[in-house]
């Protein structure tokens, strides 16, 4: 198998997020590696996903897992070493899988050779790669981000005696992009991985990547001067590769990180998540209408990147404070789940491992306009850990068999990276690989096939969406059309039976086939098209005109 | 619904109430935790109002709660069912004003024959019975006073605190709601044993137990034809056991009556209170201490400032309604108190007083004619209407300069005498003649 030639295939990706220290150690010391990721890309490929988004993998102090890079141009040597990449990369090419990579712009380690030597003098030629003051008065007024460790976006430096800028931790100094050697070394990262061959990046934090006084500091035109300029030179220098944004704002606020189809490829959609999660607990679609009506247009080559859990916590940034209280009175109500502003949970706790939820969940997500993003382990029903600190509890060991160390490592249990998941609910003995591809009715299995199904057709990649408003508020209701095609997604987010009519007169004379089942349904007529659906269901039509 | 005419003589089925249309409204809508009925006719000038604190009221103090406003209407000819569609709150119509978290679905209805309080009440009652609402307020479309608190103060005590009936306290001048506190609210509280001053509401709030009670009693089938629905609801909670609660919602607005609406009142209310007493025998029959009901805020809050009243003419119509009625009360009164009755007739408008107990017989042995229909029933209430005008002559004269504590002072005292002429209403019930 080989990669498609198709530029755009970002659209049609299923992407899987995965930490290469989680998923398989391949060398015994009880921390995932690269040698092990590559001996499980055949369980990824089965899967379906043909994407893979790694997340940091440089050598790091790792304290802040990784995002605190000390070399972009190594591997961490716990993970292996470059040529285990490059082979690593290899293998998931000839299963069709395309690697993207984690680049962290914003910030280095302060172990990061280059800020060592900025610290170092006032006078040293690296000084200016920083954002440097004498005082901590700059950009008053500039939002905390991690509000539980941080008190300021300014640390001193005993080494220099002054103060450095850090929208992160302390012991992240933000890269100071106004100096052109700074934007200029970052391409040659940039290049240097993509000579090796990666099929694109995930561009950290991007929206804090220049500072302007009386600013929030966050979207600033000089930052979108920087990320063109560096999709300019992708553009020239290598094709269909892609950016991703990670950028957690507002929609209004994402879209200038789309230009004119000049800037990035892909965007996360933060705020849609958490409405996911809200509509589901509300059993009303209102939450999930509210942002996607707010949500403008993007350029045609431009896609947004859905997911529902992720490595973070389910951050509660871009919600109100009604919103916020709601949701954590809802899904963290004891208060070791909550974490900055967000919810340290993975997918199936937050959906009381109610099966029929999480399908609901990963229906929308696979059938919304954009590309989806499977959280390794989520397509297992995997558990957390809220008792592990920061937001370790959603990076545990995958879970592969029930046997030693669930498969993951052949080393001592003591000398795991982390604890395993062990309780009679979540535990790798009750929830493991292994036992779900015994089981034509597993997690997995249902995973594989609402995979397979949403890679039948490009309409939910590439096509529009256009939404019905019936009557009945429990249920989402949109027709994805790409040219001819067209495909009619009803979700009750209702816990009870409902009754819906939908408004499918525009659509006259089409039967409607079930994707999974393909069973037909009746014709589409003059009178509102009723469907009855059991709890939590949701179907996808096609819709044919036989 | 106090504004809403009645009609005779009705019979409903459940299909009259709930049409195709909206059976197809309540599916969309779903289970709900909250229903505020909204009764029509011709409302389009003040429902938005009233629709608009009532939106508020419900994102402000239940933001995550399921709710719906309903609206049967009575025909309506004007734009109300356009009004109230518009105050939905859902992904095509957002609140400008307020952020809700949730759809908040406005239903609408049309229901058949006359507009008619009673079938505005059953249809409230069926929606809510099949969304299964947990708590439900009705609130009247000419409510333009009202304030988002009403919303709280009406559904929190059913919703959280498990009360059953909620009705309302309204500050009011010390010479409105005279036919309330001269003789609705004392003579309820002295047979029924609760002490609620507003009996008679517009503005109430139910649980779901109580609305399932009222679905199945017979309340219905009132033979004057499906008048004073809202006494028959707060009879029935009293006589059902069912928990009581008070709530204050500020000033009510004085609405000037003609001398027709009192004999309609009257029916609504008195004819109400008469007719609840033999079905409810059982239960007033038994002597027993009246017991306040809990209430938030102010159980009596009466303003005193000067009001222009033409009491002259009052004890006028007193005077020629004795004359002229005198073979109905006689057939109606006993002899002792129609001679005490027609004795007062003949004071000068200065010296006349219709003493307490006087006016507490003439109020039972009404009511106990009324039980053995001497006459026609609704004569009955109607030769009422000159006797009570009496009595108010006699409240506005000796409350003129009263303060409201005084003012209620006086009302307790008619309560007692009430209370302590029960035996009375008993042995005129219980009299061969």
């Not at chain 1, 498609?4 to 398989?24: E, M, N, P, S």
């Not at chain 1, 816990?495 to 089942?517: C, P």
Request: net charge negative.
């Amino acid at each position: 198998m080989t990669l498609g030639q198709d530029g755009l295939w970002y659209k049609d990706a299923i992407i899987y997020q995965v930490h290469v220290r989680t998923f398989r150690d391949g060398s015994g010391d009880g921390i995932g590696d690269f040698r092990g990721l590559a001996e499980k890309l055949d369980y990824l490929q089965e899967l379906g996903i043909t994407a893979l988004w790694l997340m940091p993998f440089f050598p790091s102090p790792l304290r802040d897992d990784g995002y605190d890079i000390a070399d972009y141009r190594s591997v961490h040597p716990s993970y292996g070493t470059l040529d285990d990449f490059k082979n690593f990369l290899v293998a998931a090419h000839e299963r069709g899988i395309r690697v993207i990579v984690e680049m962290v712009l914003n910030h280095t380690s302060d172990q990061h050779p280059w800020f060592q030597e900025s610290r170092s003098s006032r006078d040293n030629p690296r000084r200016d790669w920083y954002v440097w003051s004498d005082t901590d008065s700059l950009y008053r007024g500039v939002r905390i981000i991690f509000l539980d460790t941080e008190t300021s976006n300014w640390a001193r430096d005993p080494v220099s005696k002054s103060y450095y800028w850090h929208r992160f931790f302390s012991h992240q100094p933000d890269l100071n992009y106004d100096n052109p050697a700074v934007r200029e070394e970052m391409w040659s990262v940039m290049q240097f991985w993509l000579e090796i061959g990666v099929d694109g990046f995930r561009l950290d934090a991007v929206p804090y990547l220049v500072e302007r006084e009386g600013t929030s500091c966050e979207n600033l035109p000089e930052t979108h001067v920087v990320l063109k300029q560096l999709r300019s030179k992708l553009d020239q220098n290598f094709t269909g590769r892609m950016l991703l944004a990670e950028a957690n704002q507002w929609p209004a606020d994402l879209r200038p990180y789309f230009g004119d189809g000049d800037e990035f490829h892909m965007a996360f959609h933060f705020p849609l998540m958490p409405r996911m999660f809200m509509g589901l607990k509300l059993e009303d679609r209102k939450p999930i209408m509210d942002i996607l009506q707010q949500t403008p247009a993007i350029p045609d080559p431009c896609q947004w990147c859905l997911f529902l859990r992720n490595h973070d916590e389910l951050t509660l940034e871009m919600v109100t404070d009604m919103e916020r209280d709601y949701m954590y009175d809802t899904y963290a109500g004891d208060k070791a789940m909550r974490v900055n502003l967000g919810i340290r949970r993975r997918l199936a706790p937050l959906l009381d491992n109610d099966r029929r939820r999480v399908e609901l969940m990963n229906g929308m997500l696979m059938s919304l306009p954009g590309t989806p993003i499977i959280y390794y382990g989520d397509e297992i029903g995997m558990g957390d850990n809220i008792h592990l600190g920061d937001r370790n509890g959603v990076r545990t060991p995958m879970q592969w068999d029930g046997g030693w160390n669930a498969g993951f490592s052949s080393a001592d249990p003591e000398s795991l990276y982390s604890p395993l998941i062990l309780n009679p609910v979540y535990g790798y003995p009750a929830v493991n690989v292994d036992a779900q591809k015994r089981s034509g009715h597993s997690l997995l299995a249902w995973m594989k096939r609402i995979i397979s199904a949403r890679k039948s057709t490009q309409v939910f990649g590439r096509g529009s969406i256009e939404f019905l408003h019936p009557a009945n508020h429990r249920v989402l209701a949109y027709v994805r059309q790409l040219k001819a095609e067209a495909v009619l997604v009803v979700n009750n987010l209702s816990s009870s039976a409902q009754a819906v009519e939908l408004d499918l007169r525009r659509y006259k004379g089409n039967i409607l086939v079930e994707m999974f089942g393909r069973n037909i349904f009746p014709r589409i007529g003059d009178l509102p098209y009723l469907l009855t659906m059991g709890p939590y269901q949701f179907f996808w039509f096609r819709l044919r005109r036989i | 619904m106090g504004n809403l005419r009645h009609i005779e003589g009705f019979g409903l089925d459940e299909s009259s109430v709930l049409t195709d249309d909206f059976l197809r409204q309540l599916i969309s809508v779903g289970e709900v935790d909250l229903l505020v009925g909204v009764p029509t006719h011709n409302s389009a000038k003040t429902v938005g109002e009233t629709l608009q604190g009532i939106r508020v009221g419900l994102l402000k103090y239940f933001p995550r709660e399921r709710a719906v406003i309903l609206n049967p209407d009575g025909g309506s000819k004007d734009s109300t069912r356009e009004v109230v569609a518009a105050a939905s709150i859902n992904d095509l119509q957002r609140s400008s004003d307020m952020y809700a978290l949730r759809t908040l679905p406005c239903i609408s209805t049309v229901y058949g024959g006359s507009p008619a309080t009673e079938v505005a009440l059953r249809t409230v009652l069926a929606a809510a019975e099949l969304l299964r609402a947990k708590a439900c307020a009705i609130v009247s479309p000419e409510a333009t006073n009202i304030t988002p608190d009403w919303i709280e103060r009406l559904l929190r005590p059913v919703y959280r605190d498990n009360f059953d009936l909620v009705t309302p306290v309204y500050r009011r001048h010390k010479f409105d709601g005279l036919l309330l506190r001269n003789l609705i609210y004392p003579m309820t509280r002295a047979l029924y044993g609760k002490r609620v001053r507003e009996p008679y509401a517009v503005e109430f709030a139910f649980s779901e137990r109580f609305g399932s009670h009222l679905s199945e009693m017979q309340v219905w089938d009132h033979a004057a034809g499906g008048v004073g629905t809202e006494m028959r609801m707060t009879i029935a909670a009293m006589a059902g056991g069912f928990r009581l609660y008070q709530t204050f919602l500020g000033t009510k607005p004085h609405l000037d009556r003609s001398s027709a609406d009192l004999v309609a009142a009257m029916r609504q209310t008195v004819g109400t209170l008469f007719w609840s007493l033999e079905p409810n025998l059982q239960y007033w029959s038994i002597n027993r201490e009246t017991e306040s009901v809990p209430t938030c805020g102010a159980e009596h809050d009466l303003t005193t400032e000067p009001v222009r009243v033409n009491r002259k003419r009052l004890y006028q119509q007193f005077g020629s309604g004795v004359g002229e009625l005198e073979p109905v009360l006689r057939s109606i009164l006993s002899a002792p108190t129609l001679a005490e009755v027609q004795g007062i007739a003949k004071v000068a408008e200065d010296d006349f007083r219709y003493p307490h107990e006087l006016w507490v017989k003439t109020a039972y042995e009404f009511a106990s004619s009324y039980h053995k229909s001497v006459i026609n029933r609704d004569h009955i209430i109607q030769a009422l209407a000159p006797l009570y005008r009496g009595k108010v002559y006699t409240f506005l004269l000796e409350n003129r300069d009263a303060s409201g504590e005084e003012v209620e002072a006086n009302v307790e005292a008619l309560c007692l005498t009430f209370e302590r002429l029960k035996p009375y209403l008993l042995d005129r019930w219980n009299a061969r003649e």
